[in-house]
């Protein structure tokens, strides 16, 4: 059985402030191609960025993948490396009660199912190019910058 096409994803998304406008920025990355994809909205968090920027990223992959995806935010990756299971067992709720961003998550977990997924965390700010990248974007998408397209 042949393996599925490898694609390294990075997201990231904020809001300045926060909660308020919101940004978010996809690099996704197939060999020697790459694809950016960015976005913003009026009214948002820090959170819901984060969240929009992945399911964006996995969205646009038109088949079954095995993915690598970095993240500077622990929501994100903790959300849904150790969080979700339980979630789900309780009806989509916290021990505490509702669950934040409780759209976002079910389809986010919807199309994690799709893929062979690895999450990653990345330390914001540190460094990593290609994480200062898709934060720039997202900060540019949220200044209303939006660009999307692709680079070679």
């Known amino acids: 059985m042949a393996q ?75 959300g849904i490396t150790e969080w979700l299971p339980a979630w789900r067992q309780r009806g989509w709720k916290r021990k505490g009660g509702a669950l934040a961003n409780l759209d976002l998550w079910q389809v986010l977990d919807a199309l994690v199912q799709q893929h062979q997924m690895t999450w990653h965390w990345v330390r914001g700010h540190a460094g990593d190019r290609d994480n200062a990248h898709v934060d720039a974007l997202a900060r540019q998408a949220r200044r209303g910058l939006s660009q999307s397209g692709n680079r070679i």
């Not at 996704?28 to 820090?46: C, D, M, V």
């Open 4 to 78: 599925p096409p490898h694609v390294v994803i990075y997201t990231d998304g904020g809001c300045d402030p926060n909660p308020g406008p919101g940004g978010w920025a996809a690099l996704l990355r197939f060999g020697a191609h790459e694809k950016i994809l960015s976005g913003a909205e009026p009214a948002a968090t820090n959170n819901r960025m984060e969240l929009t920027a992945a399911i964006q990223a996995l969205n646009a992959l038109k088949s079954p993948c095995q993915v690598d995806l970095f993240t500077d935010s622990q929501y994100l990756r903790r």
